[in-house]
């Protein structure tokens, strides 16, 4: 059975940090572009970051660009998110996400494996 499962949220202050991870199983991790998501209370699910194949493509969104980077890492199965100056808007539960495609794409609708998430939680 496929598995996506995330690691490293937690309670930060604003202007801190953290790193996010997420360890897949069961599918050809290589052969799949990789997504983090997040969804904060009463909010639509929204995408975050996305990551092709070799690593070499990435794409942000606008909220994020500058202070998050995408990566990862094929030998491990495992793909990152490194998560600079938090604002408390970035309080949400992030979720990993794997989509069979050979191009970029940060739309919902072409993941197929979804994580469970961990909570990110950024105070003021």
């Known amino acids: 059975q496929v598995q996506l499962v995330e690691s490293g949220g937690g309670s930060v202050q604003a202007g801190g940090s953290l790193s996010l991870s997420c360890t897949a199983s069961?599918?050809?991790?290589?052969?799949?572009?990789m997504g983090w998501f997040r969804q904060a209370p009463g909010k639509e699910r929204e995408s975050v970051a996305a990551?092709?194949?070799?690593?070499?493509?990435?794409v942000y969104a606008d909220s994020v660009k500058g202070r998050f980077t995408i990566s990862r890492d094929n030998a491990k199965n495992t793909v990152y998110l490194q998560m600079n100056n938090l604002k408390p808007e970035d309080t949400a539960v992030y979720y990993c996400?794997?989509?069979?495609?050979?191009?970029?794409?940060?739309?919902?609708?072409?993941?197929?494996?979804w994580g469970q998430g961990t909570q990110v939680t950024v105070s003021s």
């Open positions: 996400a794997a989509a069979p495609r050979a191009s970029l794409t940060m739309l919902r609708e072409w993941y197929d494996y």
């Open positions: 069961k599918f050809t991790f290589s052969t799949y572009v």
């Open positions: 990551i092709g194949w070799s690593g070499s493509s990435t």
